[in-house]
């Protein structure tokens, strides 16, 4: 079972970007790295995914080390709606089971004026 | 495109009692899913479909049923509500696409069982 360290809070100052590390060493060669952010009181929000390669959406950019042991992601210019937990995952469900997402504890990050 | 959508947004319940929360999705996605959320916790499967007609149980299934009798609906029941199921439940679809797993969540029901 591949599964995530992330550090539990952050703080980013607002218009900077943020960071968020996660550790997945023991990551298979065929697991994707997902990200999803959960708003206070809101269902998770998918962000970005990637495999190998570095990724770019609107949202955010993932960096995946040439060994896959661990990824970042970064929002180029946080901004206060940005106060999230960032749940960083690589653990789903076996084909043909259910293939659900296993949420760890994830990273608190605050966004600050 | 409402994607997904959870009806009601806040219920409160006496311990016997029963409800049924919808779920509905637009997506015209296979696989959905409910799950519940405890304070300071991640998210726990209840359970689960593949496609219309089908459910199976996930991790925690005691004291709720399911049922997919349409392909954009999956109703999630509590036949007698115990204290122990105030949570918030979250309704999930799966976007189908060949090795990578996009799941999109609805706004969440917040369930109170006194």
């Known amino acids: 079972d591949a599964k995530t360290t992330q550090p539990t809070s952050m703080d980013c100052a607002e218009g900077r970007a943020a960071n968020l590390p996660c550790n997945h060493s023991?990551?298979?060669?065929?697991?994707?790295v997902y990200w999803y952010r959960q708003i206070h009181s809101q269902g998770p929000q998918y962000i970005i995914h990637?495999?190998?390669n570095n990724e770019t959406n609107e949202m955010a950019s993932l960096i995946i080390t040439e060994d896959r042991k661990s990824s970042t992601l970064i929002l180029p210019h946080a901004t206060l709606r940005d106060t999230a937990v960032y749940y960083c995952?690589?653990?789903?469900?076996?084909?043909?089971?259910?293939?659900?997402?296993?949420f760890g504890s994830g990273t608190q990050l605050t966004v600050l004026p | 495109n409402a994607g997904v959508t959870q009806t009601p947004k806040f219920r409160v319940l006496k311990t016997g009692q029963s409800m049924t929360l919808l779920c509905a999705q637009d997506?015209?996605?296979?696989?959905m899913y409910w799950y519940r959320q405890d304070p300071g916790m991640g998210l726990r499967l209840i359970h689960y479909?593949?496609?219309?007609?089908?459910?199976a149980k996930g991790e925690v299934p005691d004291g709720y049923n399911v049922s997919r009798l349409k392909k954009q609906n999956f109703l999630l029941g509590l036949e007698s509500a115990a204290p122990s199921q105030t949570s918030v439940y979250f309704c999930?679809?799966?976007?189908?696409?060949?090795?990578?797993?996009?799941?999109?969540f609805g706004p969440g029901t917040r369930l109170t069982v006194l």
């Open positions: 999930a679809t799966r976007k189908n696409t060949a090795g990578v797993n996009t799941q999109y």
């Open positions: 023991t990551i298979s060669g065929n697991e994707y």
């Open positions: 990637g495999l190998k």
């Open positions: 995952i690589v653990r789903e469900g076996a084909k043909g089971s259910a293939r659900q997402l296993t």
């Open positions: 997506m015209n996605h296979e696989y």
């Open positions: 479909s593949v496609g219309e007609g089908t459910t």
